[in-house]
């Protein structure tokens, strides 16, 4: 094996191994209840909207995804503990490093994802929608979720290492707010949006965060995260 597939495989283990000691089943459990929530909307508007059922069944997938990213509030504890210089000072390139702390949140939010989208395509086909329309939207709306959250993940842990205490709690609170907001809609009126308008705006967000985080990892510095770190 070679050394950075090593490196991945033993931080993932630490990762993990992090998340059973906070409590790994109550956070799994709140990754499903508001996409669950979503998808009861979907139901329940299948004969009275069916614009808005589809839109509801949507934001379940997209949402399921995205979730489980909020795991990365971890890249803030190596600081805490004031063991992130030791970490930097593994015989490992920043970035791999870096990326190396995001696999279990990868994995936990695709599979999240993938789960969600299961159940939608079940749903899907129960109520009788097109076929070919189910097996290109459903696998699109999975894959941007999945792509935006990665992104998002990139983002905060860069903050959480690159800048100043108060700018990563800044960029915490923002992505802790985005998901509120889209958590809180099952508890609002109706939504209802256009299939073609959710792709066009997840494709064109995906493509302004991958830019950004292109940047982010190009400027990653040991000596700036030790400086920040202090």
Do not use: D
């Amino acid at each position: 094996m070679s050394r950075v597939p090593r490196l991945m495989k033993a931080v993932a283990y630490k990762e993990w191994r992090g998340l059973l000691a906070k409590g790994l089943a109550g956070r799994l459990g709140f990754a499903f209840l508001f996409p669950a929530m979503m998808l009861g909307k979907a139901v329940s508007a299948a004969e009275s909207s069916p614009a808005e059922s589809v839109s509801w069944s949507l934001f379940a997938i997209l949402f399921s995804a995205m979730v489980g990213m909020l795991s990365t509030t971890r890249f803030g504890e190596e600081r805490g503990y004031g063991t992130l210089e030791s970490f930097l000072g593994l015989p490992y390139g920043v970035r791999s490093l870096f990326l190396s702390k995001l696999l279990v949140p990868f994995l936990v939010s695709f599979g999240l994802g993938c789960i969600f989208a299961v159940f939608n395509l079940c749903w899907a086909h129960a109520q009788g929608f097109e076929s070919n329309w189910v097996l290109s939207v459903v696998p699109a709306v999975l894959v941007f979720g999945w792509v935006l959250a990665v992104e998002s993940a990139i983002l905060v842990g860069y903050a959480m290492w690159m800048m100043s205490e108060n700018a990563a709690k800044w960029a915490q609170m923002s992505v802790v707010g985005f998901y509120g907001g889209g958590m809180a809609l099952p508890m609002l009126g109706g939504v209802a949006v256009s299939v073609s308008a959710l792709v066009l705006v997840l494709a064109l967000a995906a493509a302004v965060l991958g830019l950004l985080c292109f940047l982010a990892l190009r400027k990653l510095s040991v000596e700036r995260i030790v400086l920040n770190s202090g």
